[in-house]
């Protein structure tokens, strides 16, 4: 039976495809990466694979408790090492991907983490075979004639390990999780690399129980401290296997804002004929400043305790797409290389935004196509039938405020002159579109992307 060429078998009709929603309180951020699976049907069932992610990213901005401790848990990495090549990788990845989810939604807030995605993607990739795990590997960034598979995963394997390392100064933990229903035979490497290279949980679970979505609901809110709750909403009757990743972030600036120094209501130019009033934070310290004159921007680094860095990056007037054309790995070395540290006034908007994808229309548009259509090979995984993707979402929430941050924003910044009775200093105001990027400095791997259009549109 199973050797029987693909084209023999009849398709199943594809079940209802249901997205997760999330939820987003005072200090909450739900993020998901949802997967559905159907498959030929004859001798073969039709299964259902939901794969999910579940992001928070609280960046504390009151004064830290504690003086910072010397040294870091996470070792230095070295250029050439697996983990420096996945996230060179990863990070052009995020960038293809915005430049994709700009041309989706022009003139809307983007907002996502390309490290959960890609990390959720390459552990997939796990149980795919031949141009579907070639599509998804490439697609991530890869070279597969430079780079072998197993030096790939290993890069992961290494990125999920230091970004869950206890630190005193950082709360910063990735994980994934595998809940399969009682009975299904897995392929033994997917399940054996799945647990060793990405660390992942693996537990047995009864689709058919009513309480079974309330277990996984459960045990992504233990994960993420209470932030992220009803990841999943309901579960379809065919589901076999739910695959769940999250990451936990959070952290306070070094150099926190004063409360007492936020405008209530500050003018934002969101283009020539919209202006919004916002919440805008304000301070005067030493930051890490720059001006690109390649691309006609001003870069403001913020940095967090516990080896995490902001980057705010302000386009010039009329430059948002040139610059969002040329941003890549090679142009984040160049900024990180280039910014001096500066006395400098800064102004930081007080908002909240989400933005939610389908990944399904995207992904394909960037090579992973297989994965979507009749010659999806997830063999892998199971021997049971065979899988297509068919839904993937995911959803990202951002907060900045002095006394939190859910994930992490940018502004469009504008540079002006005290006066002349003071020193002269400059004066970055994100009082317009920006971007921003959250990225650990171990790895220099970007943990969160965006850019801010509007930050009055939740």
Known sequence: ??????????????????????????????????????????????????????????????????????????????????????????????????????????????????VSISTSLAMLSLGAHSATKAQILRTLGFNLTATHESAIHQGFQQLVHTLSVPNKELDLRMGSALFVKKGLQLQASFLDRAKRLYESKVFSIDFSNTFTTQRINNYVEKETKGKVMSLI???????????????????????????ADTHKSFPFLVNKQTT????????????????????????????????????FVLPGEGKMRQLEQELSARTLRRWSHSLRKRQIEVFI????????????????????????????DFSGITKAGFLQVSKATHKAVLD?????????????????VRS???????????????LLMLLYKGTKSILFIGKVENPTKA
């Open 276 to 311: 919004v009033h916002i919440p805008m934070m304000q301070q005067m310290e030493k930051f890490a400043f720059g001006v690109d004159p390649k691309l006609n921007c001003s870069v403001l680094q913020m940095d967090y305790r516990g080896d995490t860095t902001a980057l």
């Open 1 to 114: 039976m199973l050797g029987r060429k693909r084209g023999q078998w009849d398709w199943a009709m594809q079940a209802e495809l249901k997205t997760s929603v999330s939820t987003l309180n005072n200090g909450r951020l739900s993020t998901h990466l949802k997967i559905d699976f159907f498959c030929f049907q004859m001798a073969f069932p039709f299964y259902h694979l939901l794969l999910c992610v579940g992001l928070w990213a609280p960046i504390y901005c009151k004064p830290p408790c504690s003086p910072p401790s010397r040294g870091s848990p996470h070792p230095p990495s070295t250029k050439s090492s697996p983990v420096s090549q996945v996230s060179s990788s990863s990070n052009d990845f995020a960038f293809h991907l915005y430049w994709r989810l700009v041309l989706q939604s022009p003139g809307q807030n983007v907002f996502f983490s390309p």
């Open 420 to 434: 002349k009775d003071k020193p002269s200093s400059p004066v970055l105001r994100l009082d317009k579109p920006f």
């Open 349 to 376: 908007p007080k908002f909240s935004i989400s933005a939610s994808y389908d990944l399904e229309t995207i992904l394909p548009k960037m090579g992973i196509r297989d994965a979507f259509g009749k010659n999806a």
């Open 400 to 416: 900045i405020g002095e006394e939190g941050t859910e994930a992490v924003a940018a502004t469009a910044t504008k540079v002006i």
């Open 233 to 259: 909403q309901d579960l379809d009757p065919l589901t076999v296997m739910v695959l769940v990743n999250h990451i936990f972030f959070k952290a306070k600036w070094m150099k926190p804002f004063n409360p």
